[in-house]
């Protein structure tokens, strides 16, 4: 399976600590803009609440389910104890000003 590139926003179209969710290619992926203008991907959807997790607040490096608080990480997906899974993540990088996801 080939990897692409896939632009999804400007960068200044994207709000600190905001989630936005994109579809690529049938995926549903939750976008967020880190305070440090670090862009980060993950899969938009809890595994416990199916809940978007777009919709969840962000503090640092991770985000809450919006339904459960359930903690996860937007770095590698990992749900922090003393709950366990995770959700896919997608590499992400911004040139020029545009944000680009790897699918």
Not at 50 to 56: D, R, S, T, V
């Amino acid at each position: 399976m080939v990897k692409e590139k896939v632009f999804v926003a400007k960068l200044e179209e994207l709000l600190p600590r905001i989630g936005r969710e994109i579809i690529i290619e049938g995926k549903n992926i939750a976008l967020f803009r880190l305070s440090d203008d670090r862009v980060k991907a993950i899969e938009n959807l809890c595994p416990y609440t199916q809940a978007p997790l777009a919709e969840g607040m962000v503090s640092g490096e991770y985000v809450f389910c919006p339904l459960r608080d359930y903690k996860i990480s937007l770095i590698d997906g990992q749900i922090q104890e003393p709950d366990e899974g995770s959700v896919a993540t997608y590499e992400t990088f911004v040139e020029n000003g545009s944000v680009y996801v790897v699918v």
